[in-house]
């Protein structure tokens, strides 16, 4: 069964850093783009950023842009995303998710694939 598995959530304060790591369980997800998703609280879930196969593209959302970086190691099937400068309105549920097209994970939003998800919660 295919799954993946995030990690490295957790509570940090208002400008802290953090760094979530996801790893796939099947070689193939090496040939997808990924991405990482979040849902606050009361909030519709939300793409935050998303990369290409190669790594060579990458897409963010506005609130997260020159804050977080999203980076890819095929060899170990992982995306990772490194924030920085992180608020309080980034605060939520993080997912890791991805599918076989771009426009899937990222235009619509709506992936094969999804994490079981790890939160972020930056205090003041």
């Known amino acids: 069964q295919v799954q993946l598995v995030e990690s490295g959530g957790g509570l940090v304060q208002a400008g802290g850093s953090l760094r979530l790591s996801c790893a796939a369980s099947?070689?193939?997800?090496?040939?997808?783009?990924m991405g990482w998703f979040r849902q606050a609280p009361g909030k519709e879930r939300e793409i935050v950023a998303a990369?290409?196969?190669?790594?060579?593209?990458?897409s963010y959302a506005d609130s997260v842009k020159g804050r977080f970086t999203i980076s890819r190691d095929n060899a170990k099937n992982t995306v990772y995303l490194q924030m920085r400068s992180l608020k309080l309105e980034d605060t939520a549920v993080y997912y890791c998710?991805?599918?076989?097209?771009?426009?899937?994970?990222?235009?619509?939003?709506?992936?094969?694939?999804w994490g079981q998800g790890t939160q972020v919660t930056v205090s003041s």
């Open positions: 998710a991805t599918d076989p097209t771009w426009v899937r994970l990222v235009r619509a939003g709506t992936p094969g694939y």
């Open positions: 990369i290409s196969v190669s790594g060579g593209s990458t």
């Open positions: 099947e070689r193939t997800f090496s040939t997808y783009p």
